[in-house]
């Protein structure tokens, strides 16, 4: 399969090609040039199959001009290592946990996934490639993680000064080795500008070969249809429509769940569901996409005012507002809203949500006001601890600590801090 830019200028290019240079050279996204459906026998044999025979089957078309077949199912043995388990809170509710990675974040699968495929992709090149990467919390720890130790790459991760968590923070600046964290003053969007910038920077780009591990690449992005597809193959034995509710920010996890069902998934609707980083909920409403500056929300791996993966959604509904408005439904949470929710679904059924699972409740909850004989499901996208301070305080109880967290906390951190643009492009080209 080629990938083609959705900018549309610059030549289509192999999936090697598309994960190495990450975003089009016209800038644009890369995007499959055609999503042929699998058979009709997968889903409704699914329950038959192997977890790691429905990934293959589910990624292969995707990737088979890059990687053998022995390479890919080599991936997904090291990628898909832990459990994605379904909680149900009760007959129209279930949680589906995606945090049960190294990082527990749910981008534990897309960065190990994108890192194993550069591995291969960068054996026998002597130019070392630098994934270049900005965080609102989550990809940075997951990222790094994936990363470490893998020859051939180095990885600058730029996040905003004390706008991610204490563990987040921690899970970025503590592993050294072939990582460094960047410490910007200033927002997420601030960040990602300024990667966006150095992608631009033929200074930069002329000597160093730079990549992103943002939900922009494609390695990133479409593993995480595995979520949604595994998922389905145990709740399709409820035989009710499934609606997936997911806590969104950049979109690319959503829009990896619309990947699925172009491939035939049975799915009534999506939900995004965002904090007050309203942009695509105002879209929806008002015919009009309006991105802005992102504010600061307790669910911070969230928040973004210019989602970048909204524009293959809209492609994947070939641009129709109707088609889209048909698949997507999107609902706005502020931070208030959040904490009860959390207090809410602990005091019913015991159960713990961080504050961006607890959106993805808000947001199905609201859906099915209008549509109660749906089996809904929301994404739990981060362990509660990763987000110690809100959960416990909202609560009022304590949350143990999971070991790799405890042994986290003595770990020192190591940043450096940038205001500017410039000091990221003097990092980049600084002696190796
Ligand atoms: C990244 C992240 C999200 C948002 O995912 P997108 O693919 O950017 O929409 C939601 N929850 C958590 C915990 C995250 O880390």
Redesign the pocket.
Known sequence: MKFYSLNNIAPDVSFKEAVINGIAPDKGLYFPRSITSLPDTFWSDIEFLEDQDIAFKAISQFVEDSLSKEELKSILKKVLDFPFPIIELDDHTSILELFHGPTL???DVGARFMANCLGIFSKGQNTEVTVLVAT????GGAVANGFIGVPGVKVVILYPSGKVSDIQERQLTTLGQNISALEVNGTFDDCQAMVKEAFLDKEITQQRKLTSAN?INVARWLP?MLYYILAYKTLKKKNLPIVFS?????????CAGMVAHRLGMPVKQFIAATNSNDTVPNYLNTRTYLPKKSVPTI?N??D?GD?S?FIRIDTLYQKSFDLLSNHLSSYSFNDDQTKKAILEVYNNYNYVM?P?GAVGFLGLKEYQKYHPETLGVFLE??HPV?FLSVVEETLNIKIPLPTEIEKLLHKEKVSIKIDKYKELKIYLLRDK
């Not at 609102?136 to 990809?139: H, V, Y």
């Not at 997911?246 to 959503?254: Q, R």
């Open positions: 974040a749910f981008k609102s919390g989550d990809t939900s995480q997911v806590p969104s920010g950049n979109f690319g996890n959503i669910s791996a969230m973004v989602p993966n961080d961006h996208t981060a990763k």
